[in-house]
C-alpha cells in the first residue's frame, strides 16, 4: 500500500508545483499590468519635459526632483491636500461621534420603532447621491454656509454618511455584552461616559473600519466637492484641486506625474499600516449595502 | 418585538429612552438637512420651473416629458447604464479571476499580489483617472508606445477620443479600477471555506480545475452574489471617471446622467429639468439594484 500512495502523492505533488509555477507566472503578467502605470508614472515624474519626449522608456538621468517642488507650490497641490485632510479629519471624527451616540441608543438605550429607524436608514444610504445635490446646494446657498471654507463640504459628507456607519457599529454594539452597561450603570456611571469610556474602547477595531470606510468615501468624493466649491477657489479638496491643475498644465506629463504621485504615495502609506482594517471595511460596506 | 406603552416602561426605562432619543438627535437632524429635506425639495424642484433665482413656477409633469422626449438627454442615461453594465461585467470577471489564482499563493507572496492588485482601487477615482488619461494618451501615453514597440501600430487608437470607443474605454478602465476591491472580497470569501475540505478532497486526488468548480465556487456563491449586487450599485456612480477622463467627450459621446444633470443646472440653470434628471436616474438605479438583487436570490435557492 504504501509504495503505491507514495508514488500517487509524488504524482500529486509534482502536479500540484506546475500549476503553481503556471499561476505565479499569470499572476506575474497580470501584476505588470496593475502596477506598471504607477512606475511608469514614478519614473515619469523624475524627468523634465524635453527629456520625457526624447525617450519616454528612459530612466530620469538624475534624481529630478523639481516636478514635486513645482507640483506641490505653484500648482498648490500641498495646498489642496492639506485641505483635504482638514475635511478628512473633521468628517471622520464627527461621523464617528454621531453614528457612535445614535447605534449606541439603537442598541442599548430604549428607544421606540428601532426596526423601523434601521430600515430609514437602510433605505437613505443606497440612495443615489444624484437625488440630493442640486436641492442641498440651494438650501446651501440660501443660509450662507457655501460662503464658509470646508463647512459645506464637511456638513454633507457628515450627514450623507451617518447612516451606514450607525448600521455597522450597531451590529458591532450587539457583541458587547449587556451586562457590562448594566454592571456599569449599577456603579452609578452616566451613559455618555460608559459609551466613551466602556464601550468604545473595547470597539477599537469597529472604529477603525468606520473611518477607514469613510476616509475612502470623504477622500475620493468628487460631484459634491465640485459643486459646493464652484464660487471659490479656497478650501480645494484635492479632487477638485487635482482637475484645476489638470487644466494650468495641459500635456506636462512629468507634471502631472509627480502630482499623482504625491497623492498616491500616502495612500499606500495608510493602506500597509491599517491592511486589515481595510478589507474589514468593504465587507461591512457589502453588508451594509 | 413591541413595546409596551405608557405605565408599563419602568422608570430607568423611561430614563433611558429619553437619553436614547437625545443621543439620536445630532444624527437626525444632519441626516434631514443633508438627505431628507433635499429629497422632499428636489421632487418639488422636478415639477416645476426654476432658473435659481425668483420665482418658481409649478408646471406638473412637464419636465418629466421633456425628458422622456429629449433624445440628447434620453442618450446620457442610455450612456451610464452601459457604462455601468461594462464595468460591472469586467471587474467581476478580472476580479474572480485574480482571486481564484492568489488563494493558490503562499502567506508572504499572496499579500504582496493582493497589494499590487488592490493598488488601482486605493486611489481616488480622480486620480486613476488621471493616470488613464495619461496611459492612453493618443501620442505619449502608454499603452499607445506598447503597441508601437510592439510592432501592433493597428492597435493604436485615441482612446479617449474616438466616438465609437470612448465608452468601452471607460467602462474598462472602470472596471479594472474596481477590480482589486472585488479581488479582495471574493478571496476573504474563499478563506473562509473550512481548510478541511480542501485537504479531504486533495486526497481524494482532485486537481485545481476540480477544486474550483466543485468546491470553491459552490461554496463562494452568496458572496459573488452580495459582491455583485454592490459593484452594480457603485457601477452607476460614473461622475468623477467621467468628468476626469473626458469631460462626456468627444461632443457629447460620453456623457452620462449625472454630468447632464449638473450641466442643465449649474450651465443652463435649468433647475428642474435637472432634478428630473437626477430623479429618473436614480429610480433607474434602484430598480437595477432591485433586479439583480431579486436574480440573485432565486439563483441562491436553486438547490
Known amino acids: ?36 502605470p504607477v512606475i511608469f508614472a514614478v519614473i515619469t515624474s523624475l524627468k523634465t519635459l524635453p527629456e520625457f519626449y526624447t525617450d519616454i522608456w528612459a530612466l530620469p538621468k538624475n534624481f529630478l526632483y523639481g516636478n514635486y517642488i513645482e507640483a506641490f507650490f505653484t500648482g498648490k497641490i500641498g495646498e489642496y491636500f492639506l485641505n483635504s485632510v482638514i475635511i478628512a479629519v473633521c468628517s471622520i471624527l464627527a461621523i464617528q461621534v454621531i453614528s457612535t451616540m445614535a447605534a449606541y441608543a439603537l442598541t442599548r438605550l430604549r428607544v421606540p420603532h428601532t426596526n423601523l429607524i434601521l430600515l430609514i436608514l437602510f433605505a437613505l444610504q443606497i440612495l ?14 440660501k443660509i450662507g454656509f457655501l460662503r464658509m471654507q470646508y463647512v459645506p463640504i464637511i456638513i454633507a459628507y457628515v450627514g450623507w454618511s451617518i447612516p451606514g456607519s450607525a448600521i455597522i457599529l450597531k451590529n458591532f454594539f450587539e457583541t458587547v455584552p449587556k451586562e457590562l452597561l ?14 466613551f469610556l466602556i464601550v468604545l474602547p473595547l470597539m477599537k477595531s469597529a472604529v477603525c473600519t468606520v473611518s477607514i470606510m469613510n476616509f475612502n468615501f470623504v477622500w475620493g468624493e468628487l460631484m ?32 502631472l506625474c509627480a502630482a499623482i504621485c504625491i497623492v498616491i504615495l500616502p495612500l499606500y502609506l495608510i493602506f500597509l499600516l491599517m491592511q486589515k482594517y481595510f478589507i474589514a471595511g468593504l465587507t461591512a460596506g457589502g453588508v451594509k449595502g | 418585538m413591541k413595546k409596551k406603552k405608557g405605565k408599563k416602561y419602568g422608570k430607568l426605562d423611561r430614563k433611558l429612552m429619553g437619553i436614547g432619543i437625545l443621543f439620536l438627535l445630532p444624527a437626525a437632524v444632519l441626516i434631514g438637512f443633508t438627505t431628507v429635506i433635499p429629497i422632499i425639495w428636489n421632487i418639488v424642484l422636478s415639477l416645476s420651473n426654476w432658473n435659481g433665482n425668483g420665482a418658481l413656477e409649478f408646471t406638473g409633469l412637464d419636465n418629466y416629458m421633456k425628458l422622456f422626449s429629449d433624445t440628447a438627454t434620453l442618450k446620457t442615461i442610455r450612456n451610464s447604464m452601459v457604462v455601468a453594465v461594462g464595468s460591472t461585467v469586467v471587474s467581476m470577471v478580472l476580479g474572480i479571476l485574480l482571486a481564484l489564482m492568489i488563494y493558490k499563493m503562499g502567506k508572504k507572496e499572496g499579500s504582496v499580489f493582493r497589494f499590487i492588485f488592490y493598488n488601482p482601487s486605493m486611489m481616488p477615482m ?65 478563506l473562509a471555506i473550512p481548510e478541511d475540505l480542501f485537504e479531504s478532497a486533495r486526497l481524494d486526488g482532485t486537481n485545481y480545475w476540480k477544486e474550483i468548480r466543485l468546491i470553491i465556487l459552490p461554496l463562494i456563491k452568496p458572496t459573488i452574489c452580495m459582491v455583485l449586487s454592490m459593484n452594480v450599485m457603485w457601477s452607476f456612480k460614473t461622475y468623477d471617471m467621467v468628468w476626469t477622463m473626458t469631460q462626456g467627450g468627444p461632443g457629447s459621446m460620453s456623457k452620462t446622467a449625472p454630468i447632464a444633470m449638473i450641466q442643465q443646472a449649474f450651465t443652463y440653470n435649468k433647475f428642474g429639468y435637472a432634478s428630473a434628471i437626477g430623479l429618473v436616474f436614480s429610480a433607474l438605479v434602484l430598480v437595477c439594484i432591485a433586479l439583480v438583487r431579486r436574480a440573485l436570490r432565486s439563483e441562491a435557492y436553486e438547490y
Open chain 1, 1 to 36: 500500500m504504501s509504495t503505491k500512495t507514495a508514488v500517487m502523492k509524488k504524482k500529486k505533488w509534482t502536479e500540484d508545483r506546475t500549476i503553481k509555477l503556471i499561476l505565479r507566472l499569470l499572476l506575474l503578467c497580470f501584476s505588470v499590468i496593475y502596477i506598471y
Open chain 1, 128 to 141: 443615489p447621491t444624484e437625488t440630493i445635490i442640486i436641492p442641498l446646494y440651494v438650501e446651501m446657498s
Open chain 1, 182 to 195: 448594566e454592571a456599569a450603570r449599577i456603579d452609578g456611571s452616566g451613559e455618555v461616559k460608559s459609551l
Open chain 1, 224 to 255: 459634491w466637492a465640485q459643486i459646493a466649491t464652484l464660487l471659490t477657489d479656497k478650501g480645494l479638496p484635492l479632487t477638485v484641486g487635482l482637475l484645476n491643475f489638470k487644466g494650468q498644465i495641459s500635456t506636462n506629463w512629468p507634471q
Open chain 2, 126 to 190: 480622480t486620480v486613476a483617472g488621471l493616470l488613464f488619461v495619461f496611459v492612453l494618451a493618443p501620442d505619449e501615453g502608454l499603452l499607445n508606445n506598447i503597441f508601437g514597440a510592439m510592432g501592433l501600430t493597428s492597435l493604436q487608437h485615441a482612446w479617449l477620443a474616438e466616438p465609437g470607443l470612448v465608452l468601452g474605454t471607460l467602462a474598462v478602465v472602470s472596471g479594472f479600477k474596481d477590480s482589486g476591491t472585488i479581488m479582495m472580497l471574493i478571496y476573504t470569501g474563499v
